[in-house]
């Protein structure tokens, strides 16, 4: 007799408490970040036009738009994290040089 050994894989299991689906501690303090970079621009629209409202929506904006880029989707991914990617994927190696034999190996360039 064998016995066939399974592997129950879960999915959907997180690695941290989130306080709602996809935004835990850590987009929480990148929120944070973004929002007070939003009511920073927020301040210098105020002190530029004076307008009371623009401020407000200015800064409401910069907060929304905070909490929506650091929300992970249902690939563990976010808009920052995306962009980080991209980002470190442009500064990697994107060129290879290497040197082909021909065909019987008798000599070698450099391509």
Aim: hydrophobic share 45%; proline share 2%; glycine share 12%.
């Amino acid at each position: 007799m064998e016995h066939e050994i399974s592997l129950y894989i879960p999915t959907g299991v997180k690695a941290q408490n989130e306080l709602f689906n996809g935004f835990g501690r850590r987009e929480l303090l990148q929120s944070a970040v973004g929002s007070l970079f939003g009511g920073g621009v927020a301040a210098l629209l105020w002190l530029v036009s004076g307008n009371v409202a623009l401020t407000v929506v200015a800064a409401l904006t910069g907060i929304f738009g905070s909490v929506m880029m650091c929300t992970k989707d249902q690939n563990n991914q976010s808009v920052v994290d995306q962009i980080g990617n991209i980002v470190r994927f442009g500064r990697s190696q994107q060129i290879y040089p290497y040197r082909m034999l021909d065909e019987w190996g008798e000599g070698m360039e450099l391509y």
